[in-house]
């Protein structure tokens, strides 16, 4: 049972448009999501977050959405850059449950094309 | 410099012979956890600890062991490694709750 989903395995976009990647999840107890990026034969790095009391968190050209009532978040890039071509995880906490795990999507391959 | 340290970074073994990974943390943090990335499912959590002596399962304990002695380290044990182990595995760490810092990864094959 996938508690979080990226239903895209792969997004392309042209360099200076918008990338918007999209992230699902099950389980109502999560209060905490995170996005992380991951070039090849790196670990992966953190992004942006957001806490559930929030709906939207802005850093530069990227921005989190979350849609509490959807289970729902995004992540949008913009503009795009080819140095964003990257593989991009969404990631999960249940912070309020005594416990700390945190769970990933199958994570969603983007190509930015110059 | 901030970091998360793994050892080794690439590793080949065979069925059966014992093998550690070692994990440790400059930053102070509470929480360290293990994950294993394999194609199409993303990172999936092995093991994961609060603090010092506070270890806990995640979704894919199986065939895995943990300790936590040091609030630095944190250690990943395959005592009898299989086929169905190779993967590429990483270490993270975080306050509590907090963004993970991950190591750079370890590429184990077991034959």
């Known amino acids: 049972d996938q508690q979080v989903k990226q239903n895209s395995p792969s997004l392309s976009v042209q360099e200076g448009r918008i990338s918007i990647l999209n992230c699902d999840y099950t389980n109502s107890m999560f209060d905490y999501f995170l996005w992380y990026k991951k070039y090849p034969a790196e670990g992966p790095t953190f992004l942006i977050s957001i806490s559930s009391i929030k709906d939207k968190n802005e850093d530069g050209r990227f921005t989190v959405f979350l849609n509490k009532s959807a289970k729902h978040l995004s992540l949008h890039i913009v503009p795009s850059q080819p140095g964003d071509s990257a593989v991009y995880f969404c990631a999960a906490s249940a912070t309020n449950t005594g416990g700390f795990k945190t769970i990933f999507g199958a994570g969603t391959r983007l190509f930015v094309k110059a | 410099e901030a970091q998360v340290t793994q050892n080794p970074r690439y590793l080949i073994t065979v069925t059966g012979k014992k093998l550690t990974v070692t994990c440790s943390q400059n930053?102070?943090?509470?929480?360290m956890s293990w994950y294993r990335q394999d194609p199409g499912l993303g990172l999936r959590q092995i093991y994961y600890?609060?603090?010092?002596?506070?270890?806990d399962k995640g979704d894919v304990p199986e065939g895995y062991k943990v300790s936590r002695k040091e609030k630095r380290n944190f250690p990943l044990i395959l005592e009898s490694p299989s086929p169905n182990q190779t993967s590429l595995y990483f270490c993270?760490?975080?306050?509590?709750?907090?963004?993970?810092?991950f190591g750079e990864g370890s590429r184990l094959t077991v034959l």
């Open positions: 993270a760490s975080s306050f509590i709750p907090g963004e993970l810092f």
């Open positions: 930053m102070n943090h509470e929480y």
């Open positions: 600890s609060m603090n010092v002596e506070v270890t």
